[in-house]
């Protein structure tokens, strides 16, 4: 394991070097269909990002090579969106612009992810005149259940609290909120689908015939 390595920052955003703070090694524990376990060899690794020194955990497996692609492994901590499978690429490189600016500006931060919204209306070919719209019409669709919406407008409405000038204040918690709200909708809108589309395809191929 390299004691540093560039990779993706999700607390500023950048690429930047990671150094390896601390290793600890533990067996991580499969389960097949009959009940029956095994282990490998895995670690846990925390890293130091060396332009905003922010802390990142990962799980690497060390035996069976499930994440030899990533360099420290799968990410933990802070919450990983699953490397943005599905993503558009418009979306995708707003959210990255937002999460650059997230503990700089909260301000910032709140009018990017509004723009976000904006952005995945227009990837679904809404174009209204105002986002209200547009994301009304996006639950009228069924392509988001009520929950989800609430999400989306809980979203606009603090984006357009920080796009105008007033006395309210973005709060750190604020951002925190829309931050997992953003999460819910990405993964929902586009992760989720792409998860299930790829699991369903190892099941479509011609050696994965039902054996039942």
């Not at 499969?30 to 905003?52: F, N, P, R, V």
């Not at 492994?73 to 919450?79: D, T």
């Not at 669709?141 to 009520?146: A, H, L, M, Q």
Request: proline share 4%; net charge negative.
């Amino acid at each position: 394991m390299p004691k540093s390595a560039v990779s993706y920052c999700a607390h500023c955003g950048n690429t930047t070097v990671q150094t390896v703070l601390c290793e600890q090694s533990y067996k991580e524990r499969y389960y097949s269909e009959d009940g029956d376990s095994d282990e490998a060899d895995a670690l846990y690794i925390l890293a130091k990002c060396e332009t905003c020194s922010e802390v990142t955990l990962y799980s690497k497996d060390t035996e069976l090579g499930l994440d030899e692609d990533m360099v420290f492994g799968s990410r933990l901590y802070p919450r990983s969106l699953a490397g943005m499978a599905g993503v558009p690429k418009a979306v995708r490189m707003i959210f990255e612009e937002a999460e650059k600016v997230k503990k700089i500006s909260p301000i910032a931060y709140a009018v990017l992810t509004r723009r976000l919204l904006e952005e995945i209306c227009l990837e679904k070919g809404l174009k209204g005149k105002t986002l209200a719209s547009n994301l009304d019409k996006l639950a009228k669709k069924g392509d988001i259940p009520p929950v989800i919406a609430e999400a989306t407008s809980l979203v606009r409405l603090i984006g357009n609290a920080g796009a105008h000038a007033s006395d309210e204040k973005i709060t750190v918690p604020q951002v925190w909120a829309i931050e997992h709200l953003v999460t819910v909708v990405l993964e929902y809108l586009y992760i989720a689908p792409q998860t299930i589309k790829e699991f369903k395809s190892r099941f479509d191929s011609p050696d994965s015939g039902d054996k039942s």
